[in-house]
């Protein structure tokens, strides 16, 4: 099983971007779905984005479309959620997760078999 470390997130200003990256530990990255999810103070955990092992297929949530990109370097061993245009609402913890044998994506946590500490994205207007 690997183990998921995010870095990237900290103070953004509205309308700026940040670039957040998740690092897997262990050989067998290529064999994980990975998803990046977000939970802002008081609400729950909600889905943001997916990519497939391959990097063929992607998934975002509506409100992201457009001004997120996710991405993977399986050399690498690193998932990316490149963040454009960031608003207000987009304040959160940001945590990556791992779904292994999964050949597409999934937005649904509970897939999900591996999770990261989470890294915060802080917008100010």
């Known amino acids: 099983q690997v183990q998921l470390v995010e870095s990237g997130g900290g103070l953004v200003q509205l309308g700026g971007s940040v670039r957040l990256s998740c690092v897997a530990s262990?050989?067998?990255?290529?064999?994980?779905?990975m998803g990046w999810f977000r939970q802002a103070p008081g609400l729950e955990r909600e889905f943001v984005a997916a990519i497939s092992w391959n990097g063929k297929i992607t998934d975002y949530t509506d409100s992201v479309e457009g001004r997120f990109t996710i991405s993977r370097d399986n050399a690498k061993n690193t998932v990316y959620l490149q963040m454009n245009s960031l608003k207000p609402e987009d304040t959160a913890v940001y945590y990556c997760?791992?779904?292994?044998?999964?050949?597409?994506?999934?937005?649904?946590?509970?897939?999900?078999?591996?999770w990261g500490q989470g890294t915060q994205v802080t917008v100010s207007s």
């Open positions: 997760a791992a779904e292994q044998y999964n050949l597409g994506t999934s937005s649904i946590a509970n897939d999900y078999n591996t």
């Open positions: 262990g050989r067998t990255f290529t064999m994980y779905a």
